[in-house]
């Protein structure tokens, strides 16, 4: 594929996600007090768009090789950003089914899923591990989320969380992770440093971006938020489970102490909740 026909599909693509914004917000309106978590999904989204759009501008009027591997960081936002838009699906689709709006949310979050694809291709990219897929979102009215989780690290430690503890994933400037609040989006979160408190690695690869976990401990999207630095989500892995089994956490695990459940995980290890209200009483 010659330099201009990349040029000619990355342009394309700041215009399909300038579309997904708009579309997402008017979502996010149809949704009413739901949609406030939709709004943000929309505004990034509108923001990674204008990025894009100012990206083609430079190289088509400030030439340059056939190199786009520089708009795998677009695709890697938008990826995020599709996961956020599957956790305000799960969030509305347990409170309203008003207009049929999380079947709808779920169409333009598969949309994203698919543009970040389109892009990452289109970058050259293939850091990926895994497919990047986004379950079945349009559930019937009724139904819970008590059963969809994420997996995520917190130095090589293996961590499950619930989804409906989750507020937020956030994929944003490294965090001082030794100060005690970070503001994001004009919002400040308290953070919880669990690389200080167990007194764990914290790797920093040299990227100038992390990820963040934004969690309600009580499951209260509109209670108190806390920013959690966390080393990988596998964003891939937002995944039904109804035969996860409670068992004794392993003592050498640093957070056995603070478990709020623990299952056994292929070959031998264990995937740990944890209990960040307890934990909170003692950070």
Same mark, same amino acid.
Request: net charge negative; proline share 4%; glycine share 6%.
């Given at each position: 594929?010659?330099?201009?026909?990349?040029?000619?599909?990355?342009?394309?693509?700041? *215009?399909?996600?300038?579309?997904?914004?708009?579309?997402?917000?008017?979502?996010?309106?149809?949704?009413?007090?739901?949609?406030?978590? +939709?709004?943000?999904?929309?505004?990034?989204?509108?923001?990674?768009?204008?990025?894009? +759009?100012?990206?083609?501008?430079?190289?088509?009027?400030?030439?340059?090789? /056939?190199?786009?591997? $520089?708009?795998?960081? +677009?695709?890697?936002?938008?990826?995020?950003? /599709?996961?956020? $838009?599957?956790?305000?699906?799960?969030?509305? /689709?347990?409170?309203?089914?008003?207009?049929?709006?999380?079947?709808?949310?779920?169409?333009?979050?598969?949309?994203?899923?698919?543009?970040?694809?389109?892009?990452?291709?289109?970058?050259?990219?293939?850091?990926?591990?895994?497919?990047?897929?986004?379950?079945?979102?349009?559930?019937?009215? %009724?139904?819970?989320? $008590? %059963?969809?989780?994420?997996?995520?690290?917190?130095? %090589?430690?293996?961590?499950?969380?619930?989804?409906?503890?989750?507020?937020?994933?956030?994929?944003?400037?490294?965090?001082?992770?030794?100060?005690?609040?970070?503001?994001?989006?004009? *919002?400040?979160?308290?953070?919880?440093?669990?690389?200080? *408190?167990?007194?764990?690695?914290?790797?920093? $690869?040299?990227?100038?971006?992390?990820?963040?976990?934004?969690?309600?401990? &009580?499951?209260?999207?509109?209670?108190?938020?806390?920013?959690?630095?966390?080393?990988?989500?596998?964003?891939?892995?937002?995944?039904?489970? *109804?035969?996860?089994?409670?068992?004794?956490?392993?003592?050498?695990?640093?957070?056995?102490?603070?478990?709020?459940?623990?299952?056994?995980?292929?070959?031998?290890?264990?995937?740990?909740?944890? &209990?960040?209200?307890?934990?909170?009483?003692?950070?």
């Amino acid at each position: 594929m010659n330099n201009e026909k990349k040029l000619w599909l990355c342009e394309q693509y700041a *215009h399909k996600a300038w579309t997904l914004s708009l579309a997402l917000a008017q979502e996010a309106a149809r949704a009413g007090t739901h949609g406030k978590g +939709f709004v943000v999904v929309a505004s990034e989204a509108r923001i990674l768009a204008e990025n894009l +759009f100012e990206y083609c501008a430079n190289k088509r009027f400030n030439g340059g090789d /056939a190199d786009f591997s $520089s708009i795998a960081g +677009f695709a890697l936002m938008l990826k995020f950003l /599709a996961t956020n $838009s599957a956790i305000e699906t799960y969030r509305v /689709a347990e409170t309203s089914m008003e207009f049929n709006v999380p079947k709808s949310m779920s169409v333009f979050a598969e949309e994203m899923r698919r543009l970040a694809v389109d892009i990452n291709e289109l970058a050259g990219n293939t850091r990926w591990d895994k497919p990047f897929t986004i379950p079945e979102m349009a559930k019937p009215s %009724g139904s819970n989320a $008590s %059963g969809q989780f994420f997996k995520y690290t917190i130095s %090589g430690f293996s961590l499950l969380e619930n989804l409906k503890n989750v507020v937020e994933i956030m994929y944003c400037r490294r965090i001082d992770i030794e100060g005690k609040k970070t503001n994001q989006r004009g *919002h400040e979160f308290p953070v919880i440093n669990c690389y200080k *408190h167990f007194n764990i690695p914290y790797e920093n $690869s040299g990227s100038e971006y992390q990820t963040v976990l934004i969690v309600s401990p &009580d499951g209260n999207p509109f209670g108190d938020k806390y920013a959690i630095p966390i080393d990988e989500l596998d964003v891939s892995a937002i995944f039904y489970s *109804h035969f996860g089994t409670s068992v004794p956490v392993k003592l050498e695990n640093v957070f056995a102490e603070y478990t709020r459940e623990c299952w056994d995980a292929v070959g031998g290890g264990q995937f740990v909740f944890v &209990d960040w209200i307890k934990l909170l009483s003692v950070v």
